[in-house]
């Protein structure tokens, strides 16, 4: 199994400033199988980035996703006050398709 | 519209059984892979089971494995997760996810999540 480790746990940031999450893989994800959803309270989580770099349909421009092998990052150039949630990430290499614990993005 | 519905959660006893069914409308479900994902109150996402479209591929977490069973009808366009042997630990917010192509991946489509609760 491949286990995703996230950090930081937590990201105290402002509106404007620049985020930059990582995941790393215990092994490498092959093909960069990898993706990033946001997660707000009381919600579903929603994809935001697929194949490591690929932003999903309707995922703002802010959102950027790269790395590869067992290192991968998620950067929010500029931190617009929605985006302030959790944020996971999940490898599909191999099952089982394991997510990360999450980091959590607040003011 | 891709939409979907979970249903089935409830109160249920340690040992006991429930299947959840994940209703799909807004799209063509033989072509969608599938998946179940939970979450515990507070807790991360855990990734439960998953199949492809055409059932040929079916994935497990090992927590579940020879206790849940995950299937579907395509006629029907509804998704199953047959819980066995239910444990404390399985307590959660079941949610049903649903990627636009046969192979399992990312997962594009959510549902609002039924909740189980395994509990005497």
């Known amino acids: 199994e491949i286990v995703l480790t996230q950090s930081p746990g937590t990201l105290s940031l402002s509106p404007g400033e620049r985020a930059t999450l990582s995941c790393r893989a215990s092994q490498s994800v092959g093909n960069n199988l990898l993706a990033w959803y946001q997660q707000k309270p009381g919600q579903a989580p929603r994809l935001l980035i697929y194949g490591a770099s690929s932003r999903a349909n309707g995922i703002p421009d802010r959102f950027s996703g790269g790395g590869s092998g067992t290192d991968f990052t998620l950067t929010i150039s500029r931190l617009e006050p929605e985006d302030f949630a959790m944020f996971y990430c999940q490898q599909y290499d191999n099952s089982p398709f394991t997510f990360g614990p999450g980091t959590k993005v607040d003011i | 519209e891709v939409q979907l519905l979970e249903s089935g959660g409830g109160l249920v006893q340690p040992g006991g059984s429930l299947r959840l069914s994940c209703a799909a409308s807004g799209f063509t479900f033989t072509n969608f892979a599938m998946t179940w994902v939970r979450q515990a109150a507070g807790k991360g996402l855990d990734w439960v089971s998953g199949?492809?479209?055409?059932?040929?591929?079916?994935y497990y977490a090992d927590s579940v494995k020879g206790r849940f069973t995950i299937s579907r009808d395509n006629s029907k366009n509804i998704l199953y997760l047959q819980m066995n042997s239910l444990r404390a630990e399985d307590t959660a917010l079941y949610y049903c996810?649903?990627?636009?192509?046969?192979?399992?991946?990312?997962?594009?489509?959510w549902g609002p999540g039924t909740l189980v609760t395994v509990s005497s």
């Open positions: 996810g649903a990627r636009p192509v046969s192979r399992l991946g990312a997962i594009d489509f």
């Open positions: 199949i492809s479209g055409n059932s040929g591929d079916t």
